[in-house]
Each structure stands twice: as structure tokens, then as C-alpha cells.
């Protein structure tokens, strides 16, 4: 998901101005006379400005009072909300239909789209998660980056991987994935649910598969198929008992893919 023309257009003219405001204010960077000469800025030259905006946030009050470039009392509100930005390293773990997941270091979950182009398209799925340092804004009651990325070349093993899954599960199971980042009202609070134990299930399913046995007399694939479902079975079984145990998860994860690629044999 990505803003709507309108909605990208007035963000830009909105940061463009403000930052533009800033340099003037601050003589950051010499001889910039408009807001044209500060959009053909390098990035880098870009960057001091922002980050200079993000020590002083006190400075969009200025700006406001000021109002340079006359906008409407709505439009200047949008630049007054920035003040509740969110400056992090984040893990992008995930990409979804409408909006992309960031999880800061504190392990809080944000729902994050796009300016003009969706994250998914600037960070493939495959390479999620993905560690980036960003800063998180609010914008027309959705949550945005300011327009700059920085992106890490690090791989994560399955440890990382797991645990930010898991970070991501339980913030959507209690419905703590942030969507905005101006709403001031307190979520009542909600009454956990129960989980069902399912072990006698499990244990029951387990005495079953001990029954299943290939060999002599029977089709090859019998044995390859009947490990699969007992590989299948303990992996439930774990995901049960223990389910925050990502090392035990794993290992069972394996041995169900070692019986599959060993059913896939006989195929």
C-alpha cells in the first residue's frame, strides 16, 4: 500500500518546505536560496538538515507560527503531528497486503506503507528480514517513513528470523500492531484468552502413528509417508508444549523436512 498522488504530493511539498525552513534557520548548508535548491540537495547534504530537524523537533513549532509557504491550518496540523516521530533501528519482518511490518528495538510492532512506491517493491520479500535505521511519521492517519531507507547487508539465521516472527504473532494476537502514532486514547484493556491443551490430542494421535509400520510385503512408500506423519506429529506436539522454544521448533521443523525430502524420494 502506498499513499494517493494527492496524499504523496502534499507530503513532499510539506517536507520539502520544512526542511527548506530548517536549513535557512540553522545556515546548515550555505547558498541555498529556494526550495528547488534544496530538493537538488545530494542526500547526503539532505541528511544533516533532517537529522539537525529530528534533535531540534521544537523547531516545527517555528514553522507552524511562521507559515511560510501559507498552508491551511489541516495541512500545517500534518507537520505539527511529526513531532510524534519514531527515530529507530527497526527489522522489516514482513510484508502484507496493505501495509509493511517494522519492529523497533524495543520490540514494538508498527504497520508502515509506502510513499510512491510500495516497501515490498523496494525491499524484496526475500530478503526479509531486512535491518534498516528509518524514522517513522504520521501522515494522513497512516504511518510512513520520511523518505530515506539506510539498509544493512547482514543475513539472520533462523534464531533471528524465529524470534521476530514470534514478535510479530503475539502483537497481532493482542492486537498491539501500531497504526498510528498520534492516538492518545488508551486500548481497554483485553482479557486473555485461554489457550486449549491440546496435549491429550496429540498424545492420542501419537499412539496412533506408533501403529504405522512399512516393510516387507507393503508398498515402499509406506515407510517414507508413515515417518513424515510421525515427524509431523512431534513437531505438534512441541508447537504445543513449548511453542516460544524456537531451538526445540527448529529441530523438529527439520525432521519433518528430512522425512519429506525422504517421501519426495519415493515420488
Known sequence: MILSKEESKLFYDLTWSLHFYINKKLGIIPNIQSIEDYIGL???????????????????????????????????????????????????????????????????????????????DIIHKSYLPHMTDAVLLPFANKIIYDG????????????????????????KANGDIIGSLTET?????????????????????KNIAQGLRGGQGQPALYSPVFGLIKAAIALGEVTTSVPQDNEALWKAYDRVERALNNTERYL
Open 185 to 205: 486514547a488508551k486500548k481497554p484493556p483485553v482479557a486473555p484468552k485461554m489457550i486449549k491443551n491440546w496435549q491429550p490430542e496429540i498424545q492420542d494421535l
Open 42 to 120: 545530494e542526500v547526503l547534504h539532505k541528511i544533516l538538515i533532517i537529522n539537525a530537524l529530528y534533535k531540534q523537533i521544537a523547531l516545527i513549532d517555528d514553522y507552524v507560527n511562521d507559515n511560510p509557504e501559507n498552508f491551511s491550518v489541516a495541512e500545517l496540523a500534518q507537520v505539527q503531528s511529526w513531532k510524534h516521530f519514531v527515530k529507530d533501528r527497526f527489522y522489516i519482518e514482513r510484508h502484507l497486503k496493505n501495509h509493511s511490518i517494522f519492529i523497533d528495538s524495543k520490540d514494538k510492532v508498527y504497520a508502515v506503507v509506502g510513499l510512491t512506491q510500495a516497501i515490498s
Open 148 to 171: 530515506l531507507l539506510s539498509h544493512y547487508s547482514v543475513s539472520f539465521g533462523r534464531g533471528i528470523t524465529g524470534g521476530l516472527k514470534d514478535i510479530y504473532l503475539r502483537a
